[in-house]
Nanobody
Framework: QVQLVESGGGLVQPGGSLRLSCAAS?????????MAWYRQAPGKQRELVAS???????TYADSVKDRFTISRDNAKSTVSLQMNSLKPEDTAVYYC???????????WGQGTQVSVSS
């Protein structure tokens, strides 16, 4: 029982920055082990962008690891994604996700559109 709501998407110029935020709510937020950002571009499969577990360990897609930064506030059950040096290929719907330990990502937000174009 976790609800995830993303915010912060929009249209930006190449080279610009954007910060996405996700708020988790519901009775099971204390059971969240890891949170992540996925994205799906038109005609493409959904891919992992970044994740962070409760120990602070992070993962990044190779395409974003030098430009994006994921952060979490466990007490507030939020996760953010700071996106810098945005490229047109970053254009996608970005989804927030959460999971318990030893589980797959089973909770998803509705997504927020990020468009990068000149």
């Amino acid at each position: 029982q976790v609800q995830l709501v993303e915010s912060g998407g929009g249209l930006v110029q190449p080279g610009g920055s954007l910060r996405l935020s996700c708020a988790a709510s519901g009775g099971s937020t204390s059971s969240i082990y890891a949170m992540a950002w996925y994205r799906q571009a038109p005609g493409k499969q959904r891919e992992l962008v970044a994740s962070m577990d409760n120990d602070g360990s992070t993962t990044y897609a190779d395409s974003v690891k030098d430009r994006f930064t994921i952060s979490r506030d466990n007490a507030k059950s939020t996760v953010s994604l700071q996106m810098n040096s945005l490229k047109p290929e970053d254009t996608a719907v970005y989804y927030c996700a959460s999971r318990r330990r030893y589980s797959g990502y089973g909770y998803w937000g509705q997504g927020t559109q990020v468009s990068v174009s000149s």
